[in-house]
T-cell receptor, first 111, second 114 residues
Framework: DQQVKQNSPSLSVQEGRISILNCDYT??????FLWYKKYPAEGPTFLISISSIKDKNEDGRFTVFLNKSAKHLSLHIVPSQPGDSAVYFC??????????FGKGTSLLVTP | DGGITQSPKYLFRKEGQNVTLSCEQNLNHDAMYWYRQDPGQGLRLIYY???????QKGDIAEGYSVSREKKESFPLTVTSAQKNPTAFYLCASTQFFQVNTEAFFGQGTRLTVV
């Protein structure tokens, strides 16, 4: 049973615009959320995270928003760049137990 | 430079054969993990190890085995009992098992059954 869901398999955005990637979860015990970026044939790399006690975390062009009541989080990339084209995985954990991943959203940033 | 090394990058296996995927880390991390990725799927946990000489089954452990004799090494064996082994395998580590921090991933091994 998928506890972390990314319902959009793909997203296409123009360079310079905002990319918004969404993630929903079902387990209310999740207390830490992470986003990973993955290029083809490579391992995922950590992008940004947020604790359940916060509702926003920002790092440069990347901002993650958490809405606990809706069990929803989103990753905003502003401005989007062609090098951001990759698959983005949302992940969640309960007290540091091994990560639960979503299926990923493939982002394509076009010039 | 610290990191996780997986080898080989590509691996071909004949039906009925066991194969072992290597995962080595020099990050001095206690916990290590094996994930499997299939097209259109998220990463699914196969096995994890919290500490040396300890390992636990993840969500899809059937047909796989692991060992953790050294802190640095967490090899995964795909046995002939695994009915659909063709996939992309990722090894990861975290400093400790129960810590809210990011996992570091290897570059992956693509296993194909021929």
């Amino acid at each position: 049973d998928q506890q972390v869901k990314q319902n959009s398999p793909s997203l296409s955005v123009q360079e310079g615009r905002i990319s918004i990637l969404n993630c929903d979860y079902t387990n209310s015990m999740f207390d830490y959320f992470l986003w990973y970026k993955k290029y083809p044939a490579e391992g995922p790399t950590f992008l940004i995270s947020i604790s359940s006690i916060k509702d926003k975390n920002e790092d440069g062009r990347f901002t993650v928003f958490l809405n606990k009541s809706a069990k929803h989080l989103s990753l905003h990339i502003v401005p989007s760049q062609p090098g951001d084209s990759a698959v983005y995985f949302c992940a969640a954990t309960v007290s540091g137990y091994a990560l639960n991943f979503g299926k990923g959203t493939s982002l394509l940033v076009t010039p | 430079d610290g990191g996780i090394t997986q080898s080989p990058k590509y691996l071909f296996r004949k039906e009925g054969q066991n194969v072992t995927l290597s995962c080595e880390q020099n990050l001095n991390h206690d916990a290590m993990y094996w994930y499997r990725q299939d097209p259109g799927q998220g990463l699914r946990l196969i096995y994890y190890s919290q500490i040396v000489n300890d390992f636990q089954k993840g969500d899809i452990a059937e047909g796989y085995s692991v060992s953790r004799e050294k802190k640095e090494s967490f090899p995964l064996t795909v046995t002939s009992a695994q009915k659909n082994p063709t996939a992309f395998y990722l090894c990861a580590s975290t400093q400790f098992f129960q810590v809210n921090t990011e996992a570091f991933f290897g570059q992956g091994t693509r296993l194909t059954v021929v």
